[in-house]
């Protein structure tokens, strides 16, 4: 473990409603359990904050020493439309709309998935294990709830029996929720069916003829209810109890919910430790969500094809912004928050990127380092607090630019660890990326550079140099278009 | 489908080792199943390389208009180290050397060869199941080869029954091996164990109680055989029958004719109507495999990091190399060969690129457009001879170039055709990329033109300017190294 820092890193639960003292099982290891994707369309910009903050806190845990096994799983079972276990399977339902086979749907937009996680430079996940390769082991689990007596069979569909499991646990932990009041919930839904009671649960589902994703299982062809791949994917590579179990905050309820039941009642616990949940990215002051249609994806974004933003923003811009919030809270994306958002990223950028050029001496620096370096580490121990360490890397940026223009001294060793502390934050907690290094900006300012050369050769009537440096631009595909005492250029 | 260039196809079939007429099943669609690596160590090139092939047949029968579900899968499943299903799980030996858990090997190992092939380009397959994530489907298939009396069970394993088989079909087929032989080899293989007879292979293999990957299964606690994966992944996602199967040639024996074998135990016949074989790579003369460690990998040649050539090479540049030699040959690797690879390569794009800025006029062209076009086709429809049509597009770079120098003449709607034309063969068809285009290479020919005019300056004795642009290109980064005439570059 590096330093003594990790103990003193506290984390939100959802189960206790407060923040803790994060105490891993087994010593320098964590295993973390994160909610994937349901592979049936595209990911909208508020599931990416959910996969942008574990992000985070898989980085920040790596930095803190602790060898973590992060598992997040994909979603490639077509569970049914409604909460209930009625409704149409998602998965087959775009299948049919495509004109593709189910696993085509799944394999086009788990690929579109990663390649939309790529861009905002996520780490991978030690293990993404698909639901449909996980089959048998849900059978297994369900088995085992059917044999504990917490599940019945009905027409070849097993439930979970929550009256039996409210006997001997406590239900809907999570979400709070009075098992009272779920029931009095769940007797407006429409039509129980086959289940004993409204709010019980399917764990598996007898298949129709027409539907296509489905299994032999001890109950007939069928296929697993929504809830059950987590309890046995996380049980299979986590064991019965692991550190961090996290998802959306639309999910405590109520699938984590049926997920604790699920394993308490096969293990008799709550498979986590700590529960963490992130908040919603709101649009305009409104929920995101893909059914309402009021959503946002992050290709509109990068390519700036919504016509509710003004123009195209990057995606370390996007994630800058999340970032300015913290996750527990709720964020509202708006062309203003983004074009604010990248003002403060080039700013952080520009503050960095004149690191290297500072001068430096041998006497005092009139910043506290040290104590700086501390506030950084105490901020991301303080729950993930993102935007109070942004903060905090403004306050070393403000002294950065004030060295840059001769106004505070800089010692030369702390020169150094500013530029490592910088890049321990910037790069590999926040994960984000120096733009400006990319080629596209480098190209840009070369040409910009070149401009400028020929520029002067023009004004010093050096017209071989000008014409020469414009011939040569176009054979590298670059045509200059002068106007007076301007020159743009476009890529031809 | 696109004109009537399908209908001319043909196809070397490794059943009849024979060059056919391709006919698909179902009209416009084809379905392909190639197979796919075994994810516990890095791809080499060699491996590579089939699947630079297939994709080029992918991309080819999507040209002619076909509608394509290729398939390839990932082996997940750790078989076992010896033909004769003796030895370790190789995933699971894998992740006892890098003490981690055998999933994550899996998953590891599959997020490089996907960045990998990635970085030739290569299209991603409709569907690319795992082995893991069918087990149930491998054991209805072996289920279904047991009742009709091809497999027996014997301690929880299961073995198909080649005597049995070969009494009502023939088997070795794609190899060309007559049963007697076959038998007569599988003498020399060390103890049958518990086998009727020594060249019976595992359908179904019973699980120690330290082996890492096992499921439950009729005959108990266990794991699948090699050979049954792709049988049952073929036929869940492409039917009984289906057009296309390939994979390299060292998978004909057993891996490809165990397969035939047990689909015609099931269904009566061979899954694929077309069986596409790629030949291998060799090192400097020498057979190209993981185990004898006489390898190259991917990123070795991208980094120039392998000694055995002389510098780095691009993705591009070896992809070239590759479609020199038809798929079907042995091809081999050689510092030699890359260079020359590459000046070609270049020839090519140089040739390309100078098409945009041809002057042309409403005379005839002194070149058969037409006549090339068609047998540009014509050398794909001949089992996608690339070589043959590469050695075509240089007789148009040959024209290209004259037209440039003014010494043949360009009709202007040829010009469109050839740049067209080039466009689908070149970037839709080979699935190359205009590596001219890429910002690394502009950044780096900007900063050469840079460098240059700064020399220029210098002999004019203007050493304003060349401290100028020393200054401004040490801004952005990028620090110049002079040794007398010639300047060279880092990135800082």
């Known amino acids: 473990m590096k330093s003594n820092l990790y103990k003193d890193l506290k984390v939100f639960n959802s189960i206790s409603k407060k923040k803790e003292p994060f105490v891993s099982l087994n010593g320098s290891n964590v295993g973390m359990y994160v909610c994937g994707p349901t592979v049936y369309n595209t990911v909208h910009l508020g599931n990416c ?75 991978k996940p030690n293990i993404e294990p698909t639901a449909t390769g996980h089959i048998i082991e849900q059978i297994e689990m369900i088995e085992k709830i059917i044999k ?13 029996d929550l009256i039996n499991f409210s006997k001997n646990y406590k239900y809907g932990q999570l979400s709070n929720r009075n098992f009272e009041d779920i029931i009095n919930e769940s007797r407006s839904l429409k039509g129980s069916g086959e289940k004993k009671n409204p709010q019980d649960f399917a764990l ?3 298949a129709s003829k027409s539907h ?46 049926c997920e604790i039941a699920q394993s308490k009642s096969v293990y008799g616990e709550n498979p986590a430790n700590y529960w963490i949940h992130t908040n919603m990215l709101t649009l305009n002051g409104k929920k995101m969500s893909k059914s309402s249609g009021n959503s946002v994806f992050a290709n509109e974004i990068f390519e700036g094809s919504n016509k509710i933003f003004s123009k195209s923003f990057s995606s370390m811009t996007l994630k ?9 809270n709720i964020l509202d994306l708006s062309n203003d928050a983004l074009s604010s958002a990248e003002k403060g990223y080039n700013k952080l950028l520009k503050g960095f990127n004149l690191i290297n050029n500072l001068e430096a001496n041998t006497k005092k620096s009139d910043f506290d380092i040290d104590k700086w370096i501390s506030n950084c580490y105490e901020k991301m121990n303080d729950d993930f607090n993102t935007p109070m360490l942004i903060s905090e890397l403004f306050e070393c940026i403000k002294f950065i ?56 050769a023009r004004i010093n009537k050096n017209f071989e140099l000008s014409d020469q440096i ?23």
Chains 1, 2 share one sequence.
Not at 87 to 93: M, N, R
Not at 440 to 449: A, P, R
Request: aromatic content about 12%; glycine content about 8%.
């Open 401 to 456: 630019n004030n060295v840059n223009i001769g106004s505070k001294n800089l010692n030369i060793k702390d020169k150094v660890k500013i530029k490592k502390t910088f890049e321990i934050f910037m790069f590999d907690i926040l994960g984000l990326i120096n733009e400006t290094d990319s080629n596209t900006k480098k190209s840009s300012d070369l040409i910009q550079l070149l401009i400028k050369i020929r520029h002067l």
């Open 49 to 123: 904050r959910t996969f942008v903050s574990f992000d985070l806190i898989y980085r920040y845990l790596i930095q803190l020493g602790y060898k973590v096994r992060y598992i997040r799983n994909i979603t490639d079972v077509g569970h049914l439309e409604n909460d209930d276990d009625s409704g149409e399977d998602k998965i087959s339902k775009r299948a049919k709309v495509e004109k593709i086979e189910p696993m085509e749907v799944v394999q086009k937009y788990t690929n579109e998935f990663h390649s939309i996680l790529d861009s905002f430079n996520l780490l």
């Open 212 to 257: 296509i994703m489905k299994w032999q299982s001890p109950w007939g062809i069928g296929f697993p209810g929504w809830h059950i791949e987590c309890s046995a994917m996380g049980h299979k590579y986590l064991g019965k109890k692991f550190d961090i179990h996290g998802g959306g905050i639309d999910l405590k309820f109520p699938h984590h919910d």
């Open 470 to 492: 414009r011939d040569d631009l176009l054979n590298l595909g670059i045509q200059l278009n002068d106007k007076k005492n301007e020159s743009s250029y476009k890529l031809i």
């Open 148 to 160: 504990n007596g917490y599940a019945y069979v009905k027409n070849g569909s097993v439930y979970f």
């Open 204 to 206: 598996w589902k007898k």
């Open 320 to 328: 800058f912004f999340m970032y300015q919030a913290h996750y527990r």
